[in-house]
């Protein structure tokens, strides 16, 4: 499960570029990540130029629901 | 919006505008789909580039033309530095404006034009013309395209809906960071790069001024060689460091692909074009003008498949052919550049600027530099020069 912070998030699609799930999408607003797809590799993370993706655990998922 | 259009263009950047004006003033008709509320905008890009070169592609408003510069320099960790006089004039754009006229060029030769028009899938299906699914300020619509042109930017996601792999490597993808910063001590007709494994591991940092006091400036780094750090907080650090009075107007993330060409840039009924098919320099991170080729080429040798009635992966090779000629055998040399450069330590680029100080910057040259940085590598000699005489 990846984090995204919006708040961060800029947009620009660096990490879509090297997702090999092609889990990602963007609108003009927003970061989409589909879970069910993403194969967890987390490379996302590490060409976030902002930072704004990071790795959520599960009982982090948790507490948030 | 109409159902049907001979070409969908996805993506209003340089490479994106370029296809759809070139196709359409062969004849085809054309739509240009954009997802940002505003084409130009955010300016992901460090906005440099050359006169002469950008003068090939397309008549040129001098409104776009923020700074021109003739120094470059170029700083080692130690802060010893080379400067150079340029050959060409080298230009600072305002890509807002710049990228606004490309699309209103397209939209002169009859492109229709659409902002906030998110293309969210395209189905390919064999012997089937494509479906572009689109939703257009909050409504969605499908249209049949006989060819769709992806120019949807370093995301690249148009071309894996036809199975194709975009997928990028670690090592050919630099993340950036980009400030528009008032209030900083610079020369206006000097742009500057600064190198260093702390700075930027890598890469590099670019100061192009846009006034007397005012510049873009911005990071890549390359991110298989990350030191744990953010690009923005790289960015931050220098800024901090060397301008500390300094006022960011603008703070923007981005990514440029710095990898060869996509293997595949076109299959039935397709073609890709700009940071999508990874058609940058590798070297230096370069796309505009790239970009801008690749579109030509790809625009006109759309026009041509649809007057034929021949939309197949073999017709649009065509595109694949000139752009592999003009410019991706090129970008192969850059990147074989790149592999060394990438590699090269905070002591390679101290004794590099060490070496090559002394010499009056009208007598420096980048093909110079080039050949010391890689003296050690006959083969890349041979590959410098050969790319320096192909642009004298």
């Known amino acids: 499960m990846i984090k995204i912070n919006p708040l961060l998030c800029d947009l620009c699609g660096t990490c879509l570029s090297v997702c090999p799930a092609d889990c990602m999408s963007l609108d003009e607003n927003r970061l989409y990540i589909d879970n069910d797809a993403c194969t967890h590799c987390e490379l996302c993370i590490g060409v976030c130029p902002f930072g704004a993706l990071s790795s959520g655990n599960e009982k982090e998922q948790a507490n948030e629901k | 919006m109409k159902s049907n259009y001979d070409v969908v263009v996805v993506g209003a950047g340089p490479a994106g505008s370029m296809a759809a004006r070139h196709a359409a003033e062969q004849g085809a008709s054309v739509v240009l789909l954009e997802r940002d509320r505003e084409i130009g905008v955010p300016v992901r890009c460090a906005e440099a580039t050359a006169l002469n070169g950008l003068s090939k592609y397309t008549e040129i408003k001098e409104s776009w033309i923020t700074n021109t510069v003739s120094k470059i320099r170029l700083v080692a960790p130690n802060e010893k530095y080379v ?56 409504v969605a619509k499908e249209i049949t395209a006989k060819i769709v042109i992806a120019a949807d930017g370093v995301e690249s996601r148009i071309a894996r809906c036809a199975g194709i792999h975009t997928q990028t490597k670690y090592y050919d993808i630099e993340p950036c960071a980009q400030m528009f910063l008032e209030g900083v001590d610079i020369v206006k007709e000097r742009i500057e790069f600064y190198f260093g494994t702390e700075l930027a591991p890598g890469g590099y940092v670019w100061v192009f001024p846009k006034s007397d006091s005012s510049a873009n400036v911005g990071l890549g780094y390359n991110a298989s060689i990350s030191n744990g750090k953010t690009a923005l907080q790289l ?124 010499i009056p910057p009208e007598k420096m040259s980048l093909l110079r530099l080039f050949k010391a940085a890689v003296k050690n590598k006959p083969s890349l000699v041979f590959d410098v020069i050969k790319l320096f005489s192909n642009i004298a």
């Open chain 2, 83 to 138: 400067d150079i006089t340029l050959p060409v004039d080298g230009i600072v754009l305002n890509r807002r404006l710049f990228d606004h006229d490309l699309a209103a060029y397209a939209a002169m030769q009859g492109v229709e034009v659409y902002t906030k028009a998110n293309v969210t899938k395209v189905i390919f299906k064999e012997g089937k013309l494509p479906v572009v699914q689109v939703t257009h300020i909050g």
């Open chain 2, 235 to 358: 960015l931050e650090e220098f800024v901090h460091r060397k301008y500390p009075n300094a006022k960011a107007m603008t703070t923007v993330a981005g990514g440029v692909p710095v990898a060869n060409t996509l293997k595949e840039i076109t299959a039935d009924n397709l073609m890709i074009v700009g940071d999508a098919a990874r058609q940058v320099n590798p070297m230096s991170g370069g796309g505009i003008l790239s970009g801008m080729a690749a579109g030509k080429m790809a625009g006109r040798v759309a026009a041509k498949a649809i007057g034929r009635g021949d939309y197949s992966k073999k017709a649009l090779d065509e595109y694949k052919k000139v752009w592999d000629k003009e410019v991706g055998s090129e970008h192969r040399k850059y990147y074989r550049i790149k592999d060394y450069t990438v590699k090269m330590t905070d002591k390679d680029f101290n004794d590099l600027a060490g070496m090559l100080s002394p």
